[in-house]
């Protein structure tokens, strides 16, 4: 999904470019992700990003992102939410009784 088909930028608040920049602030403009040993990523952020996924815009569940960071976690909820998706889908649709051609 791109934002060209997304409402997400409609739900953010009117004062999003003040939030935004004081988290960049707060984060040093540098990307938060660690990587496997534990070390911060040295790019810059560039992205705000909102740590759990939903509409809750405080401070404390946003974090300062570089790009790459950034599309790799969006990357990575999307896929766990088109699975889990699936899995209801499939759960709806499961068969109760065997097929009778496997009798």
């Not at 009117?14 to 040295?42: E, M, N, S």
């Not at 960071?69 to 889908?89: F, L, Q, T, W, Y």
Request: some cysteine.
């Amino acid at each position: 999904m791109s934002w060209a088909t997304s409402d997400r930028r409609a739900r953010l608040p009117a004062d999003w470019p003040r939030i935004r920049f004081r988290v960049l602030v707060r984060d040093g403009h540098r990307c938060t992700a660690k990587d496997q040993y534990g070390d911060r990523c040295i790019e810059p952020a560039t992205d705000v990003d909102h740590i759990r996924p939903g509409d809750d815009h405080r401070e404390v569940n946003l974090q300062s992102l570089c790009g790459w960071h950034h599309r790799v976690k969006s990357s990575r909820e999307g896929a766990a939410a088109k699975a889990a998706r699936r899995r209801r889908n499939d759960r709806r649709f499961r068969r109760t009784e065997e097929h009778p051609g496997l009798r």
